[in-house]
């Protein structure tokens, strides 16, 4: 499965933005996507991800961000709706792509940079 993203940029404290994620390839062996995001000196974190419709969020996140996905005939969209933005969500954000198996696929990642 490719991955490839999109949608990241600069954007100050309060303010949205949205990122989108193409998937193509093998895409129905795809169980379950989701964004995870890393920043500087720190570890590769989940943020958000969806599986057979059921979502899941960080805590750092709820309420402020919003997954969701669109199911095409060769392809997959993953989404993430990201408002309110605070300074500590700057991050590289990657989507990823896992199957049955439980193995991943990852997009090239994108960056979140939340600054005034």
């Known amino acids: 499965v490719q991955l490839q993203a999109s949608g990241g940029g600069l954007v100050e404290p309060g303010g949205s933005l949205r990122l989108s994620c193409v998937a193509s390839?093998?895409?129905?062996?795809?169980?379950?996507m989701g964004w995870y995001r890393q920043a500087p000196g720190k570890q590769r974190e989940l943020v958000a991800d969806i599986s057979r419709g059921v979502t899941n969020y960080a805590d750092s996140v709820k309420g402020r961000f919003t997954v969701s996905r669109d199911i095409g005939a060769a392809t997959r969209h993953l989404y993430l709706e990201m408002s309110s933005l605070k300074p500590e969500d700057t991050a590289v954000y990657y989507c990823?792509?896992?199957?049955?198996?439980?193995?991943?696929?990852w997009g090239q990642g994108t960056q979140v940079t939340v600054s005034s």
């Open positions: 390839g093998f895409v129905f062996s795809i169980a379950s």
């Open positions: 990823n792509a896992r199957d049955l198996g439980g193995n991943n696929d």
